[in-house]
């Protein structure tokens, strides 16, 4: 039995559309059996996939590959074609698994799990021991049986010759864009758990008024990271000594959008340059067309007694809300110094490097006020006081 409802179509006329039936409706039992179903009759599709790309039938009608002939002819993504031909490798190579999958001894998602972790140094193990893990996994979860085939990966590659690594176990591509930087990274099993646990320690939530979604905060967490190491490395010079990076700065247009670049020609946007003009700068070129006017650090970046100073009265970030301590900090110059602001203690304020950037981009105004207390101007008018952080055990 079908249900049926009337609509009217937009020139007034009336249409009548078929719904799904009824019978398609199922209670919890009846889904749970159609499921199972359908993973064995997938295992059962993979395999005939894995056939057909055995005869070459699927070259007649000139495709290049088995994927390519499935993309055309069952209208799947590449994606799904190419799973599904290595699903069908996969369960032919071992017949134990192919049997349990067809049977539903083992679900989709387990014969995934050891698919993943089988390199070819390993097939010879996974073929003679492929009855005892089916019998192990059967009645296990998805994530424990991953966590069982981790596992038994493991113990044959600590017996069998697997060939050298291919270097670099860990690999790092990035390029410019007009807007930043875009790349791709791989680690290993140590450089993915010191990522992890730094991006934890790293990562912030303001809150239900954070409306970051988790990538934004995910990047927000790796450039605090790197500010961090930049601000506090043991290399040549001190912590607070930034690293050597030169930054190149029009004069003439200081007062307003700063023009500047990197060595290396990068243009930077005029927010970036008036960031780490602000206190993240250790070497500076300062010219007027081809006109050298300044070199060095001169009396913009914050000396180490004075930030030493600053991070004393405010604790930490300042910013409304924020409790990163001062070794995440900046020292920002509340009265920009393009704009006659002096490197002193009562105009300047420790502030994140998330904070930092926001406050140039935003274009904050914030007052110290004789109380050490600061009065920020948001930019719809409305303003907010931040106190100090208290000493550590300290209350308030």
């Known amino acids: 039995m079908s249900n049926v409802c009337s609509t009217s179509g937009v020139d007034g006329s009336s249409a009548t559309i078929e719904r799904i039936g009824d019978d398609v409706v199922l209670c919890v039992a009846e889904f749970v059996e ?14 005939a996939a894995r056939r057909l790309e055995q005869s070459g039938e699927w070259a007649v009608d000139g495709s290049v590959s088995m994927t390519a002939w499935l993309r055309h002819h069952c209208r799947m993504s590449n994606r799904e074609a190419a799973t599904l031909v290595h699903r069908g490798r996969f369960l032919e190579a071992f017949p134990a698994i192919a049997t349990a999958a067809v049977d539903g001894v083992w679900s989709a998602g387990q014969v995934h799990a050891f698919r993943t972790v089988t390199s070819r140094p390993l ?3 996974l073929e003679e021991q492929q009855g005892e893990l089916i019998a192990i996994a059967a009645e296990l979860s998805v994530a424990d049986t991953e ?5 038994w990966k493991r113990r044959p590659e600590a017996i069998v010759d697997l060939p050298e690594p291919v270097e670099p176990d860990r690999l790092l591509r990035t390029s410019r864009t007009t807007d ?17 646990s730094a991006m934890r320690i790293a990562s912030t939530w303001d809150g239900k008024d954070d409306v970051r ?10 450039v605090d990271v790197c500010a961090f190491f930049n601000a506090n490395h043991d290399r040549p010079g001190t912590p607070r000594s930034r690293p050597h990076v030169e930054l190149m700065v029009d004069a003439d247009t200081l007062s307003e959008n700063p023009l500047g670049w990197t060595s290396d020609q990068v243009m930077l946007h005029s927010k970036t340059v008036e960031t780490l003009l602000c206190d993240c700068v250790i070497h500076r070129v300062m010219r007027s067309g081809h006109a050298v006017l300044d070199w060095g650090r001169a009396s913009r970046s914050v000396p180490q007694n004075l930030f030493r100073a600053v ?10 809300g924020c409790d990163r301590s001062a070794s995440w900090c900046d020292c920002h110059h509340l009265v920009y110094w393009e704009h006659l602001g002096p490197t002193a203690i009562h105009n300047l ?6 904070y930092h950037h926001w406050m140039h981009r935003h274009n904050m105004i914030v007052k110290l006020l004789p109380n050490a207390d600061m009065e920020f101007t948001f930019p719809d008018g409305s303003t907010r006081i931040s106190q100090p952080h208290a000493p550590p055990g300290v209350g308030p």
Request: proline share 3%.
């Open 180 to 196: 930043g930087l875009v790349g791709k990274f791989v680690l290993d099993d140590y450089g993915a758990i010191e990522f992890e």
């Open 213 to 222: 979604s988790q990538p934004r905060r995910s990047a927000d967490a790796l």
């Open 349 to 354: 304020g420790l502030f994140c490097n998330r």
């Open 147 to 151: 966590r069982t085939a981790q596992a």
């Open 34 to 47: 159609a499921w199972a179903e359908h993973e064995r009759e997938a295992a059962r599709l993979a395999l």
């Open 311 to 320: 991070a004393a009265r405010d604790g930490g970030c300042r910013f409304p």
């Open 123 to 125: 097939a010879a193990v």
